[in-house]
């Protein structure tokens, strides 16, 4: 089956850093581009950013810009999002996602994880 | 305010077809493809729409997309009321150098 398992969210303090973690089965991940997307209560999703499969492009949405950083190991089937000095409004559920086409500006997103909960207050 | 704009709601009766609009500009839309995603809340969203038109494995023919200029349109033929959910259009934006959602369109079947 395929799928992909989001985790590393929890409650954290306004200024500490978390890493999110996606494992990913049933598939070759080392072929496919990833993405993080969030949704904070209330809100609509978020695009967060994108690292090609050789992790040589890298991009990332204006709001996560300094503080997110994407990054993969091909070889743990596994992709990260590590986010420092956390801020009340990065309160969301993080979902990982896999792009189904070669090209970010041609592709969907067509297998999502269940999302882990960050939830920052003091 | 999202790069992409949406009308924040939609309705319509079990049988009927209604339709989602997603406008945006030369560097989003127009320039790429447009996808469109459900979403129900505490789940992960589903890929409805990708390459404008195209529908992943699974998805009923009831969804189709459409695409000319700066929009796109959703249209869900034949409403059931598990359609019910939050719909988002999504292209790449070459001058952001980034995906963009659009704000989101929650459909309510009546």
């Known amino acids: 089956e395929v799928q992909l398992v989001d985790s590393g969210g929890g409650l954290v303090r306004p200024g500490e850093s978390l890493r999110l973690s996606c494992a990913a089965s049933?598939?070759?991940?080392?072929?496919?581009?990833m993405n993080w997307v969030r949704q904070a209560p209330g809100k609509g999703l978020e695009w967060l950013s994108y690292?090609?499969?050789?992790?040589?492009?890298?991009y990332y949405a204006d709001s996560a810009k300094g503080r997110f950083t994407i990054s993969r190991d091909n070889a743990r089937n596994s992709l990260y999002l590590q986010v420092s000095s956390l801020r009340a409004e990065d309160t969301a559920v993080y979902f990982c996602?896999?792009?189904?086409?070669?090209?970010?500006?041609?592709?969907?997103?067509?297998?999502w994880g269940q999302g882990t909960s960050v939830i920052v207050s003091s | 305010q999202s790069v992409l704009t949406q009308p924040p709601s939609a309705s319509g009766a079990p049988g009927q077809r209604v339709t989602i609009s997603c406008s945006g500009s030369s560097s989003n839309i127009r320039s790429n493809d447009v996808c469109w995603y459900q979403h129900l809340p505490g789940t992960a969203p589903k890929l409805l729409i990708h390459?404008?038109?195209q529908r992943p494995s699974g998805v009923p023919d009831r969804f189709s997309g459409s695409k000319s200029g700066t929009s796109a349109s959703l249209a869900i033929s034949g409403l059931r009321s598990e359609d019910e959910a939050d719909y988002y259009c999504?292209?790449?934006?070459?001058?952001?150098?980034?995906?963009?959602f659009g704000g989101g369109t929650k459909l309510t079947v009546l």
């Open positions: 996602a896999r792009d189904e086409g070669e090209l970010a500006r041609l592709s969907g997103m067509d297998v």
């Open positions: 690292i090609s499969r050789d992790s040589n492009y890298r």
């Open positions: 390459n404008n038109h």
């Open positions: 049933g598939f070759t991940f080392s072929i496919y581009s």
């Open positions: 999504a292209a790449w934006d070459d001058s952001l150098r980034s995906r963009v």
